[in-house]
């Protein structure tokens, strides 16, 4: 069994950053890919950013240049770090991990970014 852990969620100014932590726990091994996704209330789920095990990553155009998605596979842990946030970017963001047909997702944690 997978469980994935989120920490780094809160409350800040637009233009401020933060920095989001997923760590994974259980059977993780192989190939996979871990990302972030995002809910807005009213809004579907929607890809932020994603990274394979061996570092290929993809973009949301939205957040292309202000958001940089990294990992430690040692740790089995990826990280968001989130810069020149917009009130835009206020939302449930949602970890998760492919590994080959399985997807898991973590509890998510708030980011809400003030005008």
């Known amino acids: 069994q997978v469980q994935l852990v989120e920490s780094g969620g809160g409350l800040v100014q637009a233009g401020g950053s933060l920095r989001l932590s997923c760590a994974a726990s259980g059977n993780v091994f192989g190939f996979n890919t871990m990302g972030w996704y995002r809910q807005a209330p009213g809004k579907p789920r929607e890809l932020v950013a994603t990274?394979?095990?061996?570092?290929?990553?993809n973009y949301a155009y939205s957040v292309k240049g202000r958001f940089t998605i990294s990992r430690d596979n040692a740790k089995n842990t990826v990280y968001l770090q989130m810069n020149s946030l917009k009130p835009e970017d206020t939302a449930v963001y949602y970890c998760?991990?492919?590994?080959?047909?399985?997807?898991?997702w973590g509890q998510g944690t708030q980011v809400t970014v003030s005008s």
């Open positions: 998760n991990l492919r590994i080959g047909a399985t997807t898991y």
């Open positions: 990274i394979t095990s061996i570092r290929n990553t």
